[in-house]
């Protein structure tokens, strides 16, 4: 099975993307810095690396945009769609490499993805959905819980998103109980698949498929062509590729906290 964009677009649209939690700071001068707000752990997370600057001077330019936002520590996505490529330059510096995410895509058709009968699935809609996902998302990323206004404000959030066909969020249960998630946000045709999160008591029941399922079935419905998603090695990246995804490339995360 091959993607309906070529390898070229799929490698751009990944590099592109880039999250920016509500409150957060950003740049996008040379590549894009998003200083993360303390719900997220705080630090300077960066990916999409465009610039005329040589590697040396685009890292440096990273390190005094963060020591001016005086977060804790800079956080630099690498991967294969980047101009210049900075890893080696970071490596010099004595960054530590954290994590690695493999991109995956695949056409988004009507093939069915199976899943377990005793698994639903969602899409949020509701106050008491966005407080499923909290619980779920809480101890899975190690965030901040919501406080009241922030549950509104999510779910405001949400409600926008799906009244302008442009993203939602899936919900999935077992026996009526909340236990994993993930969100789509639909860009030039793409599906990009995020945050999915499962309770750890609950991980190998089929609910991360579920959660593929119902978001590409929105995606689908909205007229996203090819869905994409940064798959990690040891936890979805298995799942991904037994329900059709194809290996496009890496992107690897190094840490500076020697500032």
Not at 81 to 104: C, K, M, S, W
Not at 139 to 154: F, I, R, S
């Given at each position: 099975?091959?993607?309906?964009?070529?390898?070229?677009?799929?490698?751009?649209?990944?590099?592109?993307?880039?999250?920016?939690?509500?409150?957060?700071?950003?740049?996008?001068?040379?590549?894009?810095?998003?200083?993360?707000?303390?719900?997220?752990?705080?630090?300077?997370?960066?990916?999409?690396?465009?610039?005329?600057?040589?590697?040396?001077?685009?890292?440096?330019?990273?390190?005094?945009?963060?020591?001016?936002?005086?977060?804790?520590?800079?956080?630099?996505?690498?991967?294969?769609?980047?101009?210049?490529?900075?890893?080696?330059?970071?490596?010099?510096?004595?960054?530590v490499?954290?994590?690695?995410?493999?991109?995956?895509?695949?056409?988004?058709?009507e093939?069915?993805?199976?899943?377990?009968?005793?698994?639903?699935a969602e899409?949020?809609?509701?106050?008491?959905?966005?407080?499923?996902?909290d619980?779920?998302?809480?101890?899975?990323?190690?965030?901040?819980?919501?406080?009241?206004?922030?549950?509104?404000?999510?779910?405001?959030?949400?409600?926008?998103?799906?009244?302008?066909?442009?993203?939602?969020?899936?919900?999935?249960?077992?026996?009526?109980?909340?236990?994993?998630?993930?969100?789509?946000?639909?860009?030039?045709?793409?599906?990009?698949?995020?945050?999915?999160?499962?309770?750890?008591?609950?991980?190998?029941?089929?609910?991360?498929?579920?959660?593929?399922?119902?978001?590409?079935?929105?995606?689908?419905?909205?007229?996203?062509?090819?869905?994409i998603?940064?798959?990690r090695?040891?936890?979805?990246?298995?799942?991904?590729?037994?329900?059709?995804?194809?290996?496009?490339?890496?992107?690897?995360?190094?840490?500076?906290?020697?500032?």
């Amino acid at each position: 099975m091959s993607a309906v964009h070529s390898t070229d677009e799929i490698l751009r649209n990944a590099a592109s993307w880039v999250w920016v939690p509500r409150e957060a700071e950003q740049s996008s001068a040379h590549l894009a810095l998003v200083r993360y707000p303390p719900r997220f752990g705080g630090g300077v997370w960066e990916s999409a690396i465009d610039s005329a600057l040589d590697a040396h001077d685009v890292v440096e330019f990273a390190v005094q945009r963060t020591r001016e936002w005086e977060a804790p520590h800079l956080t630099i996505w690498v991967g294969p769609a980047d101009g210049p490529n900075v890893e080696e330059e970071l490596r010099t510096r004595g960054a530590v490499h954290e994590d690695t995410v493999t991109i995956f895509a695949r056409p988004i058709d009507e093939s069915d993805i199976p899943v377990p009968a005793d698994v639903s699935a969602e899409i949020v809609r509701t106050l008491d959905h966005v407080r499923a996902v909290d619980a779920i998302n809480v101890p899975v990323w190690a965030q901040t819980a919501l406080d009241k206004q922030g549950l509104h404000t999510e779910l405001s959030e949400i409600a926008e998103s799906l009244e302008a066909n442009a993203g939602a969020r899936v919900l999935a249960s077992v026996g009526g109980q909340a236990v994993s998630t993930g969100g789509v946000t639909l860009v030039d045709g793409f599906a990009r698949l995020w945050g999915a999160a499962t309770l750890e008591g609950f991980r190998g029941r089929g609910t991360y498929r579920a959660v593929l399922a119902e978001r590409l079935r929105y995606a689908a419905a909205h007229g996203a062509r090819t869905a994409i998603v940064k798959g990690r090695v040891a936890t979805s990246a298995p799942i991904l590729e037994r329900c059709g995804f194809v290996r496009y490339g890496e992107e690897r995360a190094y840490r500076l906290d020697r500032l």
